[in-house]
């Protein structure tokens, strides 16, 4: 049995986990505030690691791993991959985004006679266009569909190796 094999719902939980603990901390701790794409995209991880916990106990508890419960993987880590790319193709202008994404943020003017005037409706997230962060020349979208393709090369390999047994 090899390692990825062995190991598949701890790789899913840690990929999936560290891409949507670096989306909270750079959201609540550096304050980048995510688009409707992102939050889309962080839901198929929280998906991935709902079945790769799942896996997890069904193998620790029932000690038997269930082949076709890396399908599911995979499928999740697809759905993920493709979110993340159409994503990247709105940032490069590739493609139209979904219609909910168009708002970006709004200027406010300060006045000074009604200082909290429109602040309820001054923060916005920003337009799924808009990419706020970036590292190495990619931003977090870009980044997530290497992380998701990643998890799909994985989980097919896992399979892969069931299949062959």
Not at 35 to 63: D, E, G, P, S
Not at 79 to 105: K, M, N, Q, R
């Amino acid at each position: 049995m090899s390692v990825v094999n062995k190991y598949i719902p701890e790789l899913a939980i840690i990929l999936s986990g560290v891409a949507l603990v670096s989306a909270w901390i750079l959201e609540y701790g550096f304050g980048y505030l995510p688009c409707t794409m992102c939050y889309w995209q962080r839901y198929a991880h929280m998906l991935v690691i709902f079945i790769a916990v799942l896996m997890f106990l069904m193998r620790r508890y029932k000690n038997y791993h269930i082949p076709f419960m890396n399908i599911f993987l995979i499928f999740a880590f697809v759905v993920s991959s493709i979110l993340a790319f159409w994503h990247t193709g709105v940032e490069f202008s590739w493609w139209d985004g979904p219609e909910t994404c168009s708002t970006g943020s709004q200027n406010y003017d300060f006045d000074i006679n009604n200082p909290l005037r429109g602040l309820d409706g001054m923060i916005r997230p920003p337009a799924c266009s808009e990419a706020v962060w970036h590292f190495l020349g990619l931003s977090m979208a870009a980044w997530n569909t290497l992380i998701s393709l990643t998890g799909v090369l994985m989980a097919t390999l896992a399979i892969r190796r069931d299949l062959e047994k």
